[in-house]
């Protein structure tokens, strides 16, 4: 991976931040591999050149504005948004920087960069479907990045997605490779499986109630039979465990529509 990063013209990489909760970049600061590159450290000092990431650099203000600005006259940069748009009262719910004074709109900020990027990639659930932030009475009329901008995104869902979705969808790019995607704009090497088809706990008896280990949970609500992604067989924190490993049931956070209206599960009778 180090040797595919280490292309010099490789395109350099700007990561914006809308109406989220940070999770996803929380989640990408946890990548672990036992192969370099081995953190999320390696792959921002070594591997990439970020050119700004709101929580990551230290810019902020005019320095930040004169970056963007280099950028889009650049074109070569890969667009990556966490986060879903806000666009009431004009977008002025969202405002990363401003310039001259004047504050820029996340709205307007994403519209610019995604019509000049090389690819604009969603990280999360918000910035792909509107997930969580769009979610409810919706007072600031979150849109997804799709939606907000008219570009085609590649879409790595989850909420939040896992490191290693979020590293190679970004290897791949980097390489000048073609991701090919599903109907939801998700790469299909990391979204074609269905987690009830490769649960461990498919032939086990059903739970009833919660806190029993190694039963399925489906009674209790469990989305794993309608959600995508390898969860069983990459699991998380490091292949240490994952939602159904660990007693709760999947809540199907990779899927366009959640959270849903309705309960993320059963509660148990
Ligand atoms: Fe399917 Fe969920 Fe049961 Fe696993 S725990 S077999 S994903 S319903």
Same mark, same amino acid.
């Given at each position: 991976m180090s040797e595919a990063l280490a292309n010099?013209? *490789?395109p350099s990489v700007i990561w914006l931040q809308g109406s989220g909760c940070t999770g996803c970049t929380i989640s990408f600061l946890n990548y672990v591999s036992a192969t370099a590159p081995q953190s999320a450290a390696d792959i921002l000092i070594t591997n990439i050149n970020l050119l700004y990431h709101p929580n990551l650099s230290a810019a902020a203000g005019s320095t930040v504005a004169d970056v963007i600005a280099k950028a889009v006259a650049a074109g070569n940069f890969i667009l990556i948004v966490e986060g879903g748009v806000p666009t009431a009262f004009g977008g002025r719910a969202c405002a990363p920087?401003?310039?001259?004074?004047?504050?820029v709109t996340f709205l307007a900020a994403v519209q610019r960069l995604a019509a000049k990027a090389l690819k604009v990639v969603c990280v999360g659930n918000c910035a792909s479907f509107g997930g969580v932030s769009a979610s409810g009475s919706n007072p600031t009329a979150v849109q997804s990045v799709k939606v907000a901008t008219g570009k085609t995104t590649i879409n790595v869902a989850g909420c939040p997605p896992h490191p290693d979705w979020i590293v190679w969808t970004l290897v791949q790019l980097l390489q000048g490779?073609?991701? *090919?995607v599903d109907t939801y704009g998700r790469p299909k090497t990391l979204y074609s499986k269905r987690i009830h088809d490769i649960c461990p706990f498919r032939e086990a008896d059903e739970?009833?109630?919660f806190g029993v280990a190694g039963r399925c949970l489906e009674e209790l609500g469990c989305r794993g039979p309608s959600t995508y992604a390898n969860c069983p067989t990459n699991k998380w924190n490091n292949g240490v465990n994952w939602c159904i490993g660990a007693g709760a049931p999947c809540i199907g956070c990779t899927s366009s529509t959640f959270p849903g209206t309705s309960a993320l599960f059963k509660t148990a009778s």
């Open positions: 010099p013209s *490789a920087w401003s310039e001259g004074g004047v504050e490779k073609t991701i *090919a739970a009833k109630t």
